[in-house]
């Protein structure tokens, strides 16, 4: 299961493979809570880490006068 979910996390993206995780860890919860594992073992793997995410960058005086024109 770690090797799917880290494949849709390279391909797709964080979020997408964050949810996928979310999705697994409920439908094996309710396999244990019914007898069918003793275990959860999506519980097992490892954090999906972070979006990364660009820093913000301030406009500089030719973009903010674009800005403003484009508000007008």
């Known amino acids: 299961m770690n090797k799917v979910l880290v494949e849709i996390k390279e391909e797709v993206g964080v979020a997408s493979a964050k949810t996928c995780?979310?999705?697994?860890t409920g439908?094996?919860?309710?396999?244990?809570?019914?007898?069918?594992?003793?275990?959860?073992?999506?519980?097992?793997?490892?954090?999906?880490g972070k979006r990364r995410r660009t820093p913000a960058k301030a406009l500089d005086a030719d973009d903010r006068q674009q800005w403003f024109e484009l508000l007008r």
């Open 21 to 24: 995780k979310s999705i697994l």
């Open 27 to 48: 439908t094996f919860a309710l396999a244990v809570r019914y007898g069918a594992l003793t275990q959860n073992p999506v519980r097992e793997i490892e954090p999906l």
